[in-house]
């Protein structure tokens, strides 16, 4: 993977939003991966200002996860967060933007739904990406298939105490999720690994650096033939 260094977060997100308006110049119907989570935010608000005034109904997204089991309009589903984070800030269509279904009644068909709707997009041309403290991307926690699809996971403690602070208290965390898994990440054209702070150095020097093993998922970008990592000097501060 190609890693760029930055001085902060909002400096990543500068640098990541005019990469995604280069690509919607090319390509006003791009398709975009969206990451939830702290990180991305600084890309959302960057681009937020970027694309001020112009007309971006036709681009398509699609977010990486869902909790299971927690209803669309609580405040922290993932649903929620990208219709607050991206798609009403951007002005998209939110018709044209995906979350997978974590409701519990359609759960069975809700990961080849979503492999065949990305498929029927023609593929992520951008998909931006966190980094869990345990190396997940996605919700792939450690241990998770190359080849692997998007599906109903269960998250490790770790996880679901990281993201504990999004929650009244860590009992309100679901404790499965449903994600696209590495094989699905792994199709995107273009990987965007974003990263920032030093609780994220250990992932992030074993994602470029280690060994490509399922023990940390996102060893998976070194398969791919277009990853950029930005990072900036803490969360690059375990790189050799
Ligand atoms: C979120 C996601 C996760 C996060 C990761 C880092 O959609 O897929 O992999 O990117 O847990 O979370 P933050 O950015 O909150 O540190």
Avoid: M, W
């Avoid at 798609?87 to 995906?98: F, T, Y």
């Avoid at 054209?189 to 974003?194: D, K, P, Q």
Wanted: a negative charge; one cysteine or more.
């Amino acid at each position: 993977a190609e890693v760029v260094i930055v001085e902060n977060a909002a400096a990543a997100g500068a640098l990541v939003a005019q990469e995604i308006v280069e690509l919607l110049d090319r390509k006003a119907d791009a398709v975009l991966g969206l990451a939830t989570g702290s990180t991305p935010l600084g890309v959302y608000k960057a681009l937020a200002q970027r694309v001020e005034g112009r007309d971006l109904s036709q681009v398509r997204g699609f977010a990486l996860d869902e909790y299971v089991g927690l209803d669309p309009a609580h405040p922290e589903s993932y649903r929620s967060v990208i219709t607050r984070e991206v798609v009403e800030p951007l002005g998209l269509d939110p018709a044209r933007v995906h979350v997978p279904n974590g409701s519990d009644e359609t759960i069975q068909h809700a990961g080849a739904d979503y492999e065949a709707a990305i498929e029927a997009a023609g593929g992520v041309d951008l998909q931006i990406l966190g980094i869990g403290t345990d190396g997940h991307i996605g919700f792939n926690e450690p241990g998770s298939s190359f080849a692997s699809r998007t599906r109903v996971k269960t998250l490790t403690e770790q996880t679901r105490e990281d993201n504990a602070r999004f929650f009244d208290s860590i009992d309100q965390v679901p404790r499965h999720c449903i994600t696209q898994g590495l094989g699905t990440i792994l199709r995107a054209r273009h990987l965007v690994l974003l990263a920032f702070g030093e609780g994220k150095a250990q992932a992030i020097a074993d994602a470029v650096e280690g060994p490509v093993s399922a023990i940390l998922p996102a060893s998976a970008i070194q398969l791919h033939e277009h990853a950029t990592v930005v990072v900036d000097e803490a969360a690059a501060s375990k790189l050799k």
